[in-house]
T-cell receptor, first 107, second 120 residues
């Protein structure tokens, strides 16, 4: 199975900050990576697909980049509603696997 | 607007079988644009992909669960189902149904999730 490792596991930030979350795959996944946001008690919400494509309705302060094994999710100018847990997911090969999550907390 | 809703018993006894159904509205599961899948999340833990099924009936399972998982699809009712056998406490989790984009392999649509507790 492809292992997805996110860093950091948690990060504290303030409204208006810029935050970057990293996801590393244990092998080349080309661009088959998605990012999700999950709030407590809710289902995950798709943010980015194929590494850098913004899902419809997602604010443009979210952006994604990377290919191969290293990927990033960047949130510019954090808003109060952005404090949540973020997951990456690879879809290059079965079984599809998720990272362990990055919790974005209020500083 | 696409909506997915899980249904099924919330409490399952150890060694018994979990049966969940996901009703889909707002899109035809026969459209071919999506695979229809299941993901679970143990309390406080990360997400785990269980498997998905295409409208043609072809299933894809996580090998770690494959021998215990049966998925089916009912295009006439616009719903799909999951059965998982031989449950243990380790299977206690929130189970989500989801629509996976055929083109981009991302889980575009999610049900609200249902907490399944395995306990005697």
């Amino acid at each position: 199975d492809i292992q997805m490792t996110q860093s950091p596991s948690s990060v504290s930030a303030s409204v208006g900050d810029r935050v970057t979350i990293t996801c590393r795959a244990s092998q080349d996944i080309s661009g088959w990576l998605a990012w999700y946001q999950q709030k407590p008690g809710k289902a995950p919400k798709l943010l980015m697909y194929v590494a850098s494509s913004l899902q419809s309705g997602v604010p443009s302060r979210f952006s994604g980049s990377g290919s191969g094994t290293d990927f990033t999710l960047t949130i510019t100018s954090l808003q109060p509603e952005d404090f949540a847990t973020y997951y990456c997911q690879q879809a290059n090969s079965f079984p599809y696997t998720f990272g362990q999550g990055t919790k974005l907390e209020v500083k | 607007q696409v909506h997915l809703q899980e249904s099924g018993p919330r409490l399952v006894r150890p060694s018994q079988t979990l049966s969940l159904t996901c009703g889909v509205s707002g899109v035809s599961i026969s459209s071919g644009d999506y695979y229809w899948g299941w993901i679970r999340q143990p309390p406080g833990k990360a997400l785990e992909w269980i498997g998905y099924i295409y409208y043609s009936g072809t299933p894809y399972h996580n090998p770690s669960l494959m021998s215990r998982v049966i998925m089916s699809i009912d295009t006439s009712k616009n719903q799909f189902s999951l059965k998982m056998t031989s449950l243990t406490a380790a299977d206690t989790a929130v189970y989500y149904c989801a629509g996976l984009s055929y083109d981009y392999r991302s889980f575009d649509y999610w049900g609200q999730g249902t907490l399944i507790t395995v306990s005697s």
